[in-house]
Nanobody, 119 residues
Framework: QVQLVESGGGLVQAGGSLRLSCEVSGRTFTSFHMGWFRQAPGKEREFVGRINKSGDTTYYADSVKGRFTISRDNAKNTVYLQMSSLTPEDTAVYYC????????????WGQGTQVTVSS
């Protein structure tokens, strides 16, 4: 059974930084391309970025490009989302997701972690 567990969310002031982690268990971590998504209250879920299996290719939404960085440690079965220059518009529940085939249809999802950015 594949499980994804996010951690690292919390309250941060505007302009601050936060790092989210997502640990994957139940299947070989390097089987998965990994993605991060977020959902703000009253809004649809939004793609944030993704990283390939080996960790050498990343892709970001325009809204976070230059501020957020995705990385992975395959030895620790963990993917990270480093967020900086945060604004209140970044407030959302952040989810990690695992994709066996990079077709955008993610196969497994975490439970989410709340990030709140105060002005």
């Amino acid at each position: 059974q594949v499980q994804l567990v996010e951690s690292g969310g919390g309250l941060v002031q505007a302009g601050g930084s936060l790092r989210l982690s997502c640990e994957v268990s139940g299947r070989t971590f390097t089987s998965f391309h990994m993605g991060w998504f977020r959902q703000a209250p009253g809004k649809e879920r939004e793609f944030v970025g993704r990283i390939n299996k080996s960790g050498d290719t990343t892709y970001y939404a325009d809204s976070v490009k230059g501020r957020f960085t995705i990385s992975r440690d395959n030895a620790k079965n963990t993917v990270y989302l480093q967020m900086s220059s945060l604004t209140p518009e970044d407030t959302a529940v952040y989810y990690c997701a695992a994709d066996l085939i990079p077709n955008g249809a993610y196969d497994y999802w975490g439970q989410g972690t709340q990030v709140t950015v105060s002005s």
